[in-house]
């Protein structure tokens, strides 16, 4: 006999079901709608500039040195960039490098970018040290600095990024792989940032200290091109650009002791919002001459923002952010419970006047000092893009500096 309880406990448990049962291929229809779109996701690897540097940040990133071989000469050094730039094409539309065996590796770029930049020595291995701008040397160190070899100068670099970890991990071994005659991996730098999808195409990222990092980030062409692309020179360096990598160690067991107001004071921004102590948004104005009702800087003088800004006197003191995440596995020898930190590159047309002087004054005086410790760093040349088609405009990585 069914009771009413019961064929009533009966119709909830059909109901739950059936709507479980609906909203799990809803799910799987959209996973399914957004996996596609993802993997058919391309930027264009051939333009005026090589791509990974104003594309919006991918997910995942690997930055990978190269130390040149012995013997490997001008010559050499155009073979490689010959083969390195036409299997980095295919890669980043999708396609199969010439000689590749992985056709399926291959098959969804999920917006990967291949960005290649020159060292300063590979200016003299290739007989080209006249050649080498004047801004292409080490950044002068600093006195906070603890920098270590094994994330320092090399000869080469590949800046390889993609939303998608397991095309990353592809197009990095493939590039690896058919380079080695010419060189050998001197380091590589993983990092991460918001998988796609989970924040807004204009929504800034943020560290592992919560903080929105690339507020301040020039936007729009010619705020880009001003801060980012060479435009004055030889032709072989115009719409190239200067790449400075930074590692940066972040103490987070000390920073997470910080109550959440001074963790806010040291930065000078709100950590929800990321607007300035001052109020607005992330994007308002900071006043910096505000006072609060004990007559003291509402934003404070040695806060990270107000050390960062560029000075009324140099205006062009604005570097284009494209930082990364890394968080690795804690060292056993050391007491702190993490070993996380920033793989910060930046791109500009001349560190000595832009990266540098902001550095400068972060080292004398800034709040984040106190849980930050720079431990890599590194500058490289970026060629101008690449276009096949084009008969004005290189079809290799550096055929405009290397063939002149």
Known sequence: ???????????????????????????????????????????????????????????????????????????????????????????????????????????????????????????????????????????????????????????????????????????????????????????????????????????TPRNLFGQKDGTVNPRGEEEIQNAAWISEGPSWAVDGSCMVVRRIAMNLDEWEILDRTSREVSVGRTLDSGAPLTGGDEFSDADYEARDSYGLPVIDPASHMARSKAPEDDPGQVILRRVFNYDLPPDPTSEELSNAGLVFICFQKDPDKQFTPIQQRLDEQDRLNQWITHIGSAVFFIPPGTDPDNPNQDDFWGAGLLQA
């Not at 119709?11 to 959209?30: I, M, N, V, W, Y």
């Not at 050499?76 to 056709?103: K, N, Q, Y």
Request: aromatic fraction near 6%.
């Open 1 to 203: 006999m069914v009771t009413r309880r019961g064929f009533l406990g009966g119709a909830s448990l059909l109901a739950g079901a059936s709507a479980l049962a609906a909203c799990s291929t809803q799910d799987k229809e959209s996973e399914a709608e957004a996996s596609t779109s993802l993997k058919a996701q391309a930027v264009a690897f051939d333009g005026r500039h090589q791509a990974g540097i104003a594309t919006p940040h991918q997910a995942n990133l690997n930055l990978v040195a190269f130390t040149l071989r012995s013997g490997v000469d001008r010559a050499a050094i155009v073979r490689l960039m010959r083969v390195w730039t036409e299997d980095a094409r295919a890669l980043c539309a999708g396609e199969t490098p010439l000689g590749s065996l992985e056709p399926e590796m291959a098959s969804a770029p999920a917006n990967l970018t291949i960005t290649c930049g020159f060292g300063a020595t590979l200016f003299d291995a290739a007989g080209l040290a006249h050649q080498r701008p004047q801004w292409l040397h080490p950044i002068p160190a600093f006195d906070r600095d603890q920098l270590r070899p094994e994330w320092g100068e090399s000869d080469l670099v590949l800046q390889i990024c993609s939303d998608d970890a397991l095309t990353l991990s592809h197009a990095t071994r493939h590039m690896i792989r058919a380079g080695v005659d010419y060189v050998a991996t001197r380091w590589m730098q993983q990092g991460f940032l918001n998988a796609n999808g989970v924040l807004g195409k204009k929504e």
